[in-house]
């Protein structure tokens, strides 16, 4: 794709001469949609990403937030239970210096065209997002988009990236630990790949993007440069052709998790000995993108000599050398008297090391062959591109068309079979998900939970002493929920990520969010974006979740047209210690629905649901409540409780599928249901509840008092039988029956 008319007249301008080529498509692909957000960044405003735990924010490769103190938090609960009149309000006391970095990206056209490497290299490129902050990566998660499963080319797809995901993430020793997979019709050509990772480090080793001080030099360090990844910034900011799989597969990258890791391990070497000043990975626009940006934050300029670039294949020129995007490359700036240890790291690990210029106070300049290829001001190279201004339609509300005639056994055996609703173990179980000894809850849970060892700061003695801090991750969205109502989905979408993380006892630390959307030129479909941007910001404002960073993915339109309106969200929260009840049932305790503040016809409408996308017809999306954090604080209070025998949200699915979750072949439940809409009951998925199973009923209906509705629905069994008595009908099944209807995944690829 060219430079746009438009954009080469104000490049003309700037520079006051027609720019070279190699000029033209350093600035086709730095102010593409891909890297500038010319259409989404007027509308990311609405976000807040303010927060007395947040040191960077949104501008960097990764955010990075301090973790909570678990010390302050044990003084302050032991305060509180002795009854002292003044408790320490610790809350936000920093944990010495240890953080975690949050980042997320999508990777969407390349797994279109390449399942299997455009995911693995979506990895590759968030890890290295994590090694540029001075950071270890600890743990990854992937929200996964593909057309309706029963379509080949579907399964094609789907079975291309998980392997890629699997492979990459297993060879580079990171946990994958969680996400999510959704079927929607609107993905059939066009699927995403949304990829997060969470790393850990401390203030001391932070590393941040900007250069400090001219003369300092440019060091490459990673794998050689080729010719793979031609221009991937501008492919991913266009409409899909039909001919993209066989066309475009030059702008997808091919990964090395071999190097990868071997990269990762350098890098936490040379942060340990402190010889970096800054760092950025080589990801869209390749070291054009890297370098300038690095110069343009820091309000500096650079010298590059591209001929110096170390290279895997021959006679290549300036604009392939400096757009390529080869993976597993970094970019440091490094002072000269470190040079040298630099460069003895990387060869320790077998890796390229290269000078490749120096930090100037001028332009950003490129050379090759001793000719100037590029000689313009960074900071217009990063920022210069104007932003869009399409105009927008608000989306149609749902009308209540419900299908009528639906015998709820065979609902119940439709949704639970569904791909969307079905096990994902299929998955999963590809992933090593325990590398690195800290995962304390693994997928298949409603949110992962991670023990963060480096924080158990606490005196000898203390009740707290060796627990440190549980950090619960959630990631996904629900393309059923924003394909109905965009705005009420996505708050819906941040409610449902939160009560996750609450089920782990957790309470919500900060998000990161890949914003997936269609041709923004479109005015219904930029209006269905910008509801879905509202919508999780609003959502994440009430849970008092920060947003500190993400990702935006438009144009994600084809020849089946464009996709759902998709705001994957990941999102973690922090307990003290690591210790959660899971979902599985237990054979004694009473079961209790909480959650349903002024929810009596939310409960009951059907819109987004998986019943609908089953059986067809309409109905109002269950919004989520107006308040949801009191609600969530509450279940991550019962969830910490040693009488709390098992918590599980009802989302996808529906109070149905959650119940089947619950069950195992040593524990079932009987249920139940009053039958006046068992449609609704069973089957919607208004968000905020959950289901709790105890042997101290009365301490949760005391917790909940004046704040949600709570529900005796049932109690736990030995018999291994989920029985639901709705109205006048029973359903009934057995742990094995269940499993067997929910493997859907399992029987049609194994």
């Not at 579907?154 to 999510?180: C, K, M, Q």
């Not at 995403?192 to 001080?213: M, S």
Request: net charge negative; hydrophobic share 40%; charged share 25%.
């Amino acid at each position: 794709m060219p430079l746009a008319e438009a954009d080469r007249e104000l490049v003309v301008e700037e520079l006051g001469r027609e720019p070279t080529r190699a000029e033209a498509a350093l600035f086709e692909n730095l102010w593409s949609e891909h890297c500038a957000y010319r259409s989404s960044r007027p509308l990311l405003g609405a976000f807040d990403s303010e927060g007395d735990r947040i040191v960077v924010g949104p501008g960097d490769d990764a955010a990075v937030v301090a973790l909570p103190d678990p010390l302050a938090d044990a003084v302050a609960d032991a305060a509180e239970d002795a009854g002292g009149d003044a408790v320490p309000d610790l809350s936000d006391a920093p944990n010495g210096d240890v953080y975690v970095t949050l980042g997320i990206e999508s990777h969407n056209h390349p797994s279109y065209v390449d399942p299997y490497d455009g995911a693995a290299t979506g990895v590759g490129g968030i890890v290295r997002d994590t090694l540029s902050m001075g950071a270890y990566p600890i743990a990854l998660t992937d929200s996964l988009y593909f057309g309706a499963f029963d379509r080949e080319h579907s399964r094609y797809l789907f079975e291309g990236v998980v392997e890629g995901i699997a492979d990459y993430g297993n060879a580079i020793g990171v946990p994958t630990v969680g996400g999510s997979v959704d079927f929607h019709e609107g993905y059939e050509g066009n699927p995403l790949v949304n990829v997060a990772c969470v790393g850990i480090t401390t203030e001391d080793r932070l590393v941040r993007a900007a250069v400090n001080e001219p003369g300092n030099k440019l060091v490459l360090v990673g794998n050689s440069t080729g010719r793979d990844g031609l221009g991937g910034a501008s492919f991913a900011s266009e409409d899909l052709d039909e001919d993209a799989e066989t066309e475009d597969r030059p702008a997808v990258q091919v990964g090395d998790p071999y190097t990868e890791k071997l990269l990762i391990e350098c890098n936490e070497q040379l942060v340990d000995e402190g010889l970096l000043e800054a760092a950025r990975d080589l990801g869209a626009a390749g070291l054009g993108g890297a370098s300038s940006e690095m110069v343009a934050q820091g309000g500096l300029g650079a010298e590059i000599a591209l001929d110096r670039v170390h290279q895997r294949e021959p006679n290549m020129n300036a604009m392939e050398i400096l757009l390529a995007e080869s993976q597993e490359r970094m970019c440091y700036e490094v002072t000269p008297e470190n040079v040298d240890r630099v460069r003895e790291v990387a060869d320790r690990y077998d890796l390229g090391c290269t000078v490749i210029g120096e930090v100037t106070e001028g332009n950003y300049v490129c050379t090759f062959e001793g000719e100037t290829v590029v000689d313009a001001d960074a900071e217009f190279l990063g920022d210069g591109a104007p932003f869009n201004d399409f105009p927008m339609e608000a989306p149609d509300p749902q009308s209540r068309d419900r299908p009528e005639g639906v015998d709820v056994a065979d609902a119940f055996d439709a949704v639970l079979a569904s791909p969307t609703t079905a096990s994902k173990e299929w998955v999963y179980r590809q992933y090593d998900h325990e590398v690195g000894a800290r995962t304390a809850q693994k997928p298949g849970e409603d949110a992962a939970l991670l023990a963060i060892r480096e924080a158990a700061d606490i005196e000898a003695g203390s009740d707290a002493t060796g627990q440190g801090v549980g950090l619960a991750i959630s990631a996904g969205a629900a393309p059923n929920w924003t394909d109905a109502n965009p705005y009420e989905g996505a708050r819906a979408v941040a409610v449902e990520n939160a009560t996750n993380l609450a089920t782990a006892g957790a309470t919500p630390l900060a998000a990161v969010n890949c914003l997936n959307g269609g041709n923004p030129e479109k005015p219904d479909v930029y209006g269905g974006f910008a509801a879905i941007v509202d919508g999780l910001a609003d959502g994440c404002s009430a849970l008092d979740a920060p947003v500190v960073g993400g990702n935006v993915s438009l144009y994600n339109d084809s020849q089946a047209g464009p996709i759902p309106p998709t705001p994957t969200l990941a999102m973690v929260g922090t307990r003290q210690g690591y210790d959660a009840p899971g979902i599985d049932a237990e054979p004694e305790g009473e079961l209790l629905l909480v959650g349903e503040p002024a929810l009596a016809e939310a409960a009951t409408t059907l819109g987004g649901s998986e019943y609908l996308a089953q059986f067809g017809g309409t109905d109002a999306f269950p919004a989520p409540p107006e308040d949801p954090a009191p609600i969530l604080d509450g279940i991550a209070d019962v969830a910490r409780r040693d009488d709390t025998l098992a918590v599980h949200d009802v989302s996808h699915g529906g109070l149905a599928v959650s119940l089947a979750e619950m069950v195992t072949e040593s524990a079932g439940l009987a249920v139940e249901l009053p039958g006046e809409d068992p449609a609704g009951e069973l089957f919607a998925e208004a968000p905020g509840r959950a289901l709790i199973q105890t042997t101290d009923p009365d301490a949760v209906e005391a917790r909940f008092d004046g704040v949600a509705s709570v529900r005796r629905i049932g109690s736990g069994t030995d018999d291994g039988r989920l029985t639901i008595d709705i109205g006048e009908q029973t359903l009934e099944a057995s742990a094995d029956e269940i499993a067997e209807a929910r493997s859907t995944i399992d029987a049609a690829l194994d």
